[in-house]
C-alpha cells in the first residue's frame, strides 16, 4: 500500500509541475502558420522545418515544425503549433538520420511573415543542381 501511495504522490507532483513550455522571458504574439513543403515542385517529407530569423532581433525566435510524409506542416514557436512572430526568416529543412528521405542541397529560401499568419503557405524550395545530397556524408551512396 505504501508503494501505491509513493507512485501516486510523485504522479500527482509531476503532472503539477509541468505544463506550458520551457521558454523563458517574454512572449511576442504569433500569426498561424502552416502549408506544404515541396522541393521542385513535389511534397517533400518526412522532415524539420525550421524558421529562422533573417536579422539579429531580441524579438524574432527560431520557429520549427514536424513535416509529414506528404509535405504537410504546423510550425509553433513556443508550442508546436503555435505559430511563428511576424518577421522575416530563412527556411531551413533537416531529415533525421534514420529516416529514409534524402534531402537535396537546397538554394536558400527567404519568407515574410505577416501578423495574419498565413494557414495555406507553400514553399517549393529548389535543388542545387549538381551537388550532393546534404545528408551524403551521413549516408553516402556506395551502390557505385
Known amino acids: 500500500m505504501h508503494r501505491f501511495g509513493f507512485v501516486l504522490g510523485l504522479l500527482i507532483f509531476s503532472v503539477g509541475c509541468g505544463g506550458g513550455s520551457s521558454f523563458k522571458g517574454e512572449k511576442y504574439p504569433t500569426a498561424p502558420v502552416s502549408g506544404i513543403l515541396k522541393i521542385d515542385g513535389k511534397p517533400f ?21 514536424q513535416v509529414a510524409d506528404d509535405g504537410s506542416f504546423k510550425v509553433g ?3 508546436k503549433t503555435d505559430g511563428v512572430i511576424p518577421g522575416s526568416y530563412k527556411v531551413e529543412i533537416t531529415v533525421d538520420i534514420t ?7 537546397v538554394e ?19 535543388s542545387s543542381k549538381g551537388n550532393a545530397p546534404a545528408d551524403s556524408l551521413l549516408s553516402p551512396d556506395l551502390s557505385n
Open 45 to 65: 517529407g518526412p522532415a524539420v522545418i525550421e524558421f529562422v530569423p533573417v536579422e539579429k532581433n531580441d524579438k524574432l525566435r527560431i520557429a520549427s515544425g
Open 108 to 126: 536558400e529560401e527567404k519568407i515574410k511573415i505577416e501578423a495574419a499568419g498565413n494557414e495555406s503557405l507553400e514553399i517549393n524550395m529548389t
Open 99 to 105: 529516416s529514409s528521405a534524402k534531402l537535396p542541397a
Open 77 to 79: 514557436t513556443y508550442d
